[in-house]
């Protein structure tokens, strides 16, 4: 009912809330399955050898996004400045 009275901006920015309370919602549950999994595998293992949660598979959200693309980031530099020289 309340998004009924909102304006339209209004009403995107709770969408984008909500949508992203949902994803972590989900997030949540994926890593307790995999944790619980994980805990009872290692009941399974022999001495001496255990499995960390990682180890049965990364996310998409915990992957390493540490790599630049430079050539990439040279390139958008470049648009950019353009389009500020552009615009004077």
Not at 53 to 71: R, S
Request: glycine residues 6%; hydrophobic residues 30%.
């Amino acid at each position: 009912m309340i998004f009924m009275t909102c304006y339209q901006e209004s009403f995107g920015t709770r969408l984008m809330g909500f949508m992203s309370w949902r994803n972590m919602r989900q997030r949540s549950d994926w890593e307790r399955t995999r944790w619980s999994t994980c805990l009872l595998l290692n009941i399974q293992l022999s001495k001496g050898k255990s499995l960390k949660p990682q180890d049965l598979g990364k996310f998409e959200w915990e992957k390493d996004t540490t790599k630049i693309d430079f050539e990439d980031l040279k390139n958008k530099a470049e648009l950019y400045k353009k389009r500020i020289e552009h615009g004077k």
